[in-house]
């Protein structure tokens, strides 16, 4: 991990042995610069986390700190444009499933295409994401075979 980027998590308030966790975890650390990592703290930020709920989320996923862009704007595309999230049920969804963001959004559409092509309105997948977040991670083709046989 580069310096600036050690210092800048260490000062916002990672302690060293999550600065530890998330280079043996995310190989990609390394690799990215500060702009990225602090754009993608902001991003969280503006979901209405807290220092706390992005540090927690971030040591359940790393991969956080460097996501880009387009994969963002995609998911967010998704959950504002398609599903209607408010900011108050997309920070819950972050909070509750920190991969949301470092999924496939191709497979989340796919996943929606298949629930609305299945009877459900987007109302009501909405509903299930914010029931069952791991479900907006899930790959398409574990899905059918997930919920075979189980109300979701």
Known sequence: MKSDVYYYLLDYGFDNDEIDKIEDVSDDIFFTNLLEVRKNIKFLEEKGLDVNEVIDAINYNPYLLTEKNNRLEAFDDIFYNTL???????????IDNPDIYTASPIELKKIIKYMNDNGMSYKDIKNVFIKTPKVVSYDYDEYPELVKDKEV
Do not use: W
Request: glycine share 0%; no cysteine.
């Open 84 to 94: 209607l999230f408010n900011t108050d049920e997309l920070k819950k969804l972050i």
